[in-house]
């Protein structure tokens, strides 16, 4: 079974540009979650989607958006990006219930400059 | 406010000792514990969890110990060996009134190292 796919792997941006994240999660899984790491912080989660729908968010600011596919695919966008949004982001995906485990993918490491 | 906390930047033990993580919170909602490794370009794997109803859980050569009323837990790895040498999150969560809970809150990590 295919893990959690992410790309791109790496990004260079510049600020002021936007991007746009992708995670492909596994098989079945219908639960996607995004977290952002950065040195120091560990994760912070950003949002959950299950069924095309966000059912958790974090406390991050309105340029972190993002959206699932009917086919539990899911993109993270990033508008107006400034210095501090440079971090790994990544991707996790699980199985629906209270205790299910996150599965990660390798994350994109986003800079910019 | 930092609701799960690692201490411990890093570690160091020796190959076939005792290594143990420790790890704190201050969300009385939380109810649900994991143990998360990360290796550097990969993202974190799932070692080890803990339901807030047990007070330990063992897996292997993994060991995960809650004290609720100190609202702490730690991670023990016996023997440690050299390819343990990794970063460890502890994470938790609590049941939502919405539903499943999905949200996990990360502690800050901590590197260990197993020297050979």
């Known amino acids: 079974k295919a893990g959690v796919t992410q790309t791109p792997r790496y990004l260079i941006k510049t600020r002021g540009q936007q991007v746009t994240l992708s995670c492909s999660p596994i098989s079945g899984h219908r639960s996607v979650s995004w977290y952002q790491q950065t040195p120091g912080q560990g994760l912070q989660f950003l949002f959950e989607y299950f069924s095309e729908t966000q059912r958790n968010k974090g406390n991050f600011p309105g340029r972190f958006s993002g959206r699932q596919f009917s086919n539990s695919r899911s993109e993270m966008n990033v508008s107006t990006l400034e210095l501090g949004d440079s971090a790994l982001y990544l991707c996790?995906?699980?199985?629906?219930?209270?205790?299910?485990?996150?599965?990660f993918g390798s994350g994109t490491q986003l800079s910019v400059l | 406010d930092q609701q799960v906390k690692q201490n411990s930047p890093s570690l160091s033990v020796q190959e076939g000792r005792i290594s143990i993580l420790n790890c704190d919170y201050t969300?009385?909602?939380?109810?649900?514990f994991l143990w998360y490794k990360k290796y550097p370009a990969e993202g974190p794997t799932f070692l080890i969890s803990i339901s807030s109803i047990k007070d330990k859980n063992e897996d292997g050569r993994f060991t995960v110990f809650l004290n609720k009323s100190a609202k702490h837990l730690s991670l023990h790895i016996v023997p440690s060996q050299p390819g343990d040498s990794a970063v460890y999150f502890c994470?938790?969560?609590?049941?939502?009134?919405?539903?499943?809970?999905?949200?996990?809150?990360f502690g800050s990590g901590t590197q260990l190292t197993v020297l050979p």
């Open positions: 994470a938790a969560s609590a049941i939502r009134s919405s539903g499943s809970a999905r949200q996990l809150t």
């Open positions: 996790a995906s699980s199985l629906d219930g209270p205790n299910e485990k996150l599965f």
């Open positions: 969300n009385s909602m939380f109810d649900y």
